[in-house]
């Protein structure tokens, strides 16, 4: 039996957790909506093409990543809205916990593009190396040099 | 493949996984939050025309049905007891993967349907898509959708109808497999001296549909 692909309501209700936390990780709570919003209309533009055998979490991933590369993008080109840290909390109940280090998060999305990918597929997507490359289309040793770049330079940038 | 490289369990690394996302850690917040945008992407992937297949339960006397509709019409309906995963599946194959569950799309199909279980409805208006069936049994499911509320006709009729008069047990095939049951009324085909016949969603709706039509005697 030829494998075809899922229905996608199934694809978005066993991805759309994964998704949520990556976007609410990498663009913020502000943002994070518009963004998943934006991601599943990209992939469902995309999904018959799709082929059957494809690894559907980090393809999902690596368009969520383009969404929050757009995000960062659209917000370095005008002021950055500060929210108070109550309005934050009520807008999306984090509950307690580190403040978001948006220093850090401005130095990720400063990395070129290739190093920023595996940086932040690796870390908050949680995707293995091999899936990183095929994310990006590279090689698995490209795409593990590129994360090794990535944290050195973040490194020098934000000191702990 | 799974050594883990040192610089993975530096400050950075931490910062990043959990970093500043109070939530990250707290999953039922992440679940309500994920639940309730995933709700939202239907209706904006209607408007950009990119919902090829919508679903939504529809309740019923006989439980909680699933219909599910293209934008050319009702392309399937479903018995409480046929799983809807494995439904689902299929439309994905034959007709498109683009399927979410869109309630909205189908508030004419429920309605319509309300009507007709309660009595005040004796004929269907929405349109139906044949995609699901094949030209023989379009001919076959298109006779019976010819017959009129309350009464019937066998087997046999259905069959000269459809342009094969001594098909009626290849007619009878097709009106089993009948994708879209009592709106296009499978139902209202007997055997000749009106015994029942057969039915997909079993003989007591079957009954019970006749019964509710008036075309047989409670």
Redesign the interface.
């Known amino acids: 039996m030829s494998a075809?692909?899922?229905?996608?309501?199934?694809f978005?209700?066993e991805n759309?957790?994964a998704?949520?936390?990556f976007l609410?990780?990498s663009v913020?709570p502000a943002e994070?909506?518009d963004c998943?919003?934006e991601t599943?209309?990209a992939a469902?533009?995309a999904?018959?093409k799709l082929r059957s055998d494809s690894n559907l979490r980090a393809w999902v991933l690596a368009i969520a990543h383009n969404k929050a590369i757009d995000a960062h993008r659209g917000r370095s080109r005008r002021p950055v809205p500060v929210a108070e840290p109550g309005e934050l909390e009520k807008t999306?109940?984090?509950?307690?916990?580190?403040?978001?280090?948006?220093e850090?998060?401005e130095a990720?999305y400063e990395l070129p593009e290739r190093q920023c990918s595996a940086?932040?597929l690796?870390?908050?997507g949680d995707l293995?190396?091999?899936e990183i490359a095929m994310a990006i289309g590279c090689s698995e040793d490209a795409a593990r040099r590129s994360?090794?770049e990535g944290?050195?330079k973040?490194?020098k940038a934000?000191p702990? | 493949?799974s050594t883990v490289?040192s610089?993975?369990m530096?400050?950075?690394?931490r910062?990043?996984?959990?970093?500043?996302?109070?939530?990250?850690?707290?999953p039922g917040?992440?679940?309500a939050?994920?639940?309730r945008?995933?709700a939202?992407?239907a209706e904006?992937?209607d408007s950009?025309d990119?919902?090829d297949?919508a679903?939504a339960p529809v309740d019923s006397p006989f439980g909680t049905l699933m219909a599910a509709a293209t934008g050319r019409g009702l392309v399937r309906l479903t018995f409480p007891e046929e799983h809807t995963?494995a439904v689902?599946?299929r439309?994905?194959?034959r007709v498109?993967?683009?399927?979410?569950?869109a309630p909205r799309r189908l508030d004419p199909v429920r309605r319509e349907l309300d009507e007709y279980f309660t009595g005040t409805r004796r004929a269907f208006e929405i349109p139906i898509d044949w995609a699901l069936v094949g030209t023989f049994a379009r001919r076959v499911l298109g006779a019976a959708a010819a017959i009129p509320y309350g009464n019937v006709l066998t087997y046999t009729q259905v069959a000269g109808k459809a342009g094969s008069p001594r098909g009626s047990r290849a007619a009878g095939n097709a009106l089993g497999s009948n994708p879209i049951p009592i709106v296009v009324p499978c139902h209202r085909v007997l055997r000749l001296g009106g015994a029942l016949g057969g039915y997909a969603g079993g003989l007591d709706r079957k009954r019970w549909l006749l019964e509710l039509e008036g075309a047989l005697r409670a």
């Not at chain 2, 498109?96 to 569950?101: A, D, N």
């Open positions: 075809t692909l899922p229905p996608f309501q199934s978005l209700d759309r957790e998704v949520w936390r609410y990780v913020g994070a909506d998943f919003q599943f209309i469902l533009r999904y018959p999306s109940s984090p509950g307690p916990g580190a403040p978001r280090d948006e850090l998060w990720v940086v932040v690796r870390f908050v293995a190396h091999s994360l090794h944290l050195t973040l490194r934000v702990a | 493949m490289d610089h993975e530096d400050s950075i690394a910062a990043l996984r959990g970093g500043g996302s109070a939530d990250a850690s707290e917040q992440t679940r939050n994920a639940a945008a995933a939202r992407l904006q992937a950009e990119l919902l297949i679903y995963d689902l599946e439309l994905a194959a498109s993967p683009r399927i979410l569950e």
